[in-house]
C-alpha cells in the first residue's frame, strides 16, 4: 500500500517507508473505514504527516519495484526508512517488506537510486554496516542505531528530527544535534542514563562555516601605524537573554551537556 501525491519541490519531500504488519496501524489512513477497526497502537506513538516545510510520501512493505518507483516519483530530499513494527511495540525488528528480508547491506544500498537524497534515517537495529555501505553511495548524511534499542526512545528522536526539520530551514548537522539533545534529555528524565551511548548516530561531515576576515583600517599612535580591526557591535543583536526552567534536580555532565548541545545548535538554526 502506498501514499504518494506531488508536492511543491519547495519544501522538504520525505519518503518513508514502513514494515510489517502492524505497521499501518499508526499511521492516520489506518484509521479511516474498515482500517478503523484495527487495534490502536497502546503507546501514542508520533503521526507521520505532513506539516511545516515536510512533506510526507509513505510506502508500506514495498516491493524492490515499488520502492524504486516511489524515489523516481518523488525524489525525496529525507529517506526514512524503519525496521519490522512488532505486535508488542516495545522494539523495532529487522529490515523486512513483506516476504523479502531486505537488510542485507550491499543489497540493500542498490535500491537507493539517484537523484539521492541528503538524509537517510535508517530506524533499525544494529545499522552500522547497513549505514556504511548507503553513506559510500555518495548520500552526504546517513543516521543510525549501532545496537537494538526500544521503540519508545527511537519515537522521540525522530519526533524531535522531524519537529527541526518542518518547522526551520536548518543544516542536517544542527537538526541531528538538537534532536539527539532532546533524545539525551529524554534518557535523562526516564532514568535510562545509559542509553545515552547506545543512541543513534550520524555519517557525515560537520558544516563548514567560513568567516570573511574583518575590515582593516590604520590606526596611528604615537608616530607609528599599525593595522588593528574595525570591529562593529550593534548591542540589539548580541544582547540575549535567556531562561532555563525545569523541576529541581541534580545537574550531572549529561543533563548539562545535552542543554549545551542542544542551545548550541538551536541558535545554528536560528541565526
Not at 537517510?120 to 545499522?127: A, Q
Request: contains cysteine; negative net charge.
Amino acid at each position: 500500500m502506498s501514499q504518494i501525491q506531488s508536492f511543491s519541490r519547495n519544501n522538504c519531500a520525505l519518503l518513508a517507508v514502513l514494515c510489517g504488519k502492524y505497521a499501518e496501524n499508526r499511521t492516520p489512513a489506518a484509521r479511516s473505514g474498515l482500517e478503523a477497526k484495527r487495534p490502536r497502537p497502546a503507546y501514542p506513538f508520533p503521526e507521520l504527516s505532513s506539516a511545516g516545510r515536510l512533506e510526507v510520501h509513505t510506502l508500506f512493505n514495498p516491493t524492490p519495484e515499488q520502492f524504486l518507483e516511489a524515489q523516481r516519483v518523488v525524489q525525496p530530499n529525507f529517506l526514512y526508512i524503519q525496521g519490522q513494527q512488532l505486535e508488542d511495540e516495545k522494539e523495532i525488528g529487522s529490515l523486512v517488506w513483506g516476504d523479502a528480508d531486505v537488510s542485507d547491506p550491499q543489497a540493500f544500498s542498490t535500491l537507493i537510486s539517484p537523484p539521492f537524497p541528503t538524509i537517510v534515517y535508517l530506524e533499525v537495529p544494529i545499522g552500522e554496516k547497513l549505514a556504511q555501505a548507503v553513506h559510500s553511495k555518495g548520500i552526504p548524511y546517513v543516521i543510525y542505531w549501532r545496537n537494538s534499542f526500544s521503540s519508545y526512545a527511537a519515537s522521540h528522536f525522530r519526533h524531535a528530527l522531524m519537529s527541526a526539520i518542518q518547522s526551520s530551514v536548518s543544516h542536517t548537522w544542527d537538526a541531528f544535534q538538537l534532536a539527539h539533545a532532546s533524545f539525551r534529555l529524554y534518557c535523562v528524565r526516564n532514568n535510562h542514563v545509559q542509553s545515552v551511548k547506545l543512541g543513534p548516530r550520524l555519517l557525515g561531515d560537520a558544516p563548514k562555516i567560513n568567516i570573511s576576515p574583518p575590515e582593516t583600517e590604520m590606526v596611528d599612535e604615537e608616530g607609528s601605524s599599525e593595522v588593528t580591526p574595525a570591529i562593529k557591535i550593534y548591542d540589539e543583536e548580541i544582547n540575549m537573554k535567556l531562561l532555563l526552567c525545569g523541576v529541581p534536580c541534580t545537574l550531572d555532565p549529561c543533563l548539562l551537556g545535552s542543554l549545551e548541545d542542544g542551545l548550541n545548535a538551536l541558535l545554528n538554526i536560528e541565526v
